[in-house]
């Protein structure tokens, strides 16, 4: 299990899928919906593979997570 913590005093999200020249493509994989502060999002990966995600609110920042 990942768990995902929002330490800023901003919203954001943890939404699967990629940013391709600035535009958002969710796969449904998963999606934290918005976290405020001090929020937290734990998910399960049942499969190995490389899992990228973004910030629906902020998409420039991105993240990827390897599950061996």
């Known amino acids: 299990m990942v ?4 330490n800023d005093n ?13 535009t958002p493509k969710a796969d ?8 405020q502060q001090g929020d937290t999002f734990p998910f399960v990966f049942d ?3 490389e899992y990228p995600y973004y ?7 991105t993240g990827k997570v390897t599950v061996k």
Do not use: D, Q
């Open 3 to 6: 768990t995902w913590k929002n």
């Open 10 to 22: 901003s919203p954001h999200t943890v939404t699967s899928g990629v940013v391709e020249k600035n």
């Open 28 to 35: 449904g994989k998963f999606n934290s919906g918005i976290m």
């Open 47 to 49: 499969a190995a593979g």
């Open 55 to 61: 910030c629906m609110i902020h998409p420039y920042m």
